[in-house]
DNA sequence: GACCGGATTGGC
DNA sequence: CCAATCCGGTCC
């Protein structure tokens, strides 16, 4: 399947962010390939979004990469313990980004199994949420900055998203008149969805 | 240099 | 409900 091209991601992030979706994520890793459908997604739009890194223009060490051309990923730790993955959207000086929140696993189950450690789960747990997808699909602070147009870390055309819904985003609270954009897409009866939000 | 809190998760 | 766990951002 075609690999998806930088001009697919130099455009809005809630664009990106929706046509994500259905889409598969792939991680060449020296350990082995692991790759996912897309079943989850949430756009952050930027300067003007109270919820994104990038509110107000915020420019830092953390949120730099945001402000190059659209298509690199944006991988950062939350809580100490569990990294997110986002993909830069939008043209340069646009800090948009796409936060993958889920995967419906396709290839390498036995690697996610194994990265996650302990007992085996069902495949609907093993990347159903963005800090679970990233620890099963071997991603962490090292993918900072790595372009999804390269062949290491990419996403390629997959399946059709037939029915999409939408949602607030989760986890945001904090960003006031935001909190409650329905800015959140996802596969409409995937059972491979993140679990906390109310649907 | 210190302090604060988080785009999460799993256990109680 | 709440602790885990630590880095980036902010402010002094």
């Given at each position: 399947m075609q690999v998806l091209p930088r001009s697919f991601y130099l455009r809005d992030a809630l664009e990106v962010a929706r046509d994500l979706l259905g889409c598969e994520l792939v991680h060449d890793s020296p350990e082995g390939l692991t790759a996912g459908f897309i079943v989850e997604t949430e756009a952050y739009r930027g300067?003007?979004?109270?919820?994104?890194?990038?509110?107000?223009?915020?420019?830092t060490g953390r949120t730099a990469?945001?402000?190059?051309?659209?298509?690199?990923a944006y991988v950062y730790l939350i809580y100490g313990m569990y990294y997110c993955l986002n993909i830069t959207a939008g043209p340069?000086?646009?800090?948009h980004c796409v936060l993958i929140r889920a995967l419906e696993p396709s290839q390498g189950l036995e690697l996610m199994q194994m990265r996650n450690g302990t007992k085996p789960v069902k495949a609907t747990a093993l990347a159903n949420g963005p800090g679970k997808l990233c620890r099963a699909m071997g991603?962490?602070?090292?993918?900072?900055?790595?372009?999804?147009?390269?062949?290491?870390l990419f996403v390629r055309e997959g399946r059709r998203a037939e029915a999409v819904s939408v949602s607030p985003r989760v986890?945001?609270?904090?960003?006031?008149?935001?909190?409650?954009?329905?800015w959140r897409f996802y596969l409409e009866g995937s059972q491979y969805v993140s679990k906390r939000p109310n649907r």
């Open positions: 300067v003007d979004d109270a919820a994104s890194h990038a509110y107000r223009g915020a420019r990469v945001m402000y190059l051309s659209g298509g690199r340069e000086e646009v800090p991603i962490d602070g090292s993918l900072y900055g790595v372009d999804m147009c390269d062949d290491r986890g945001v609270d904090y960003a006031g008149a935001a909190k409650a954009f329905p």
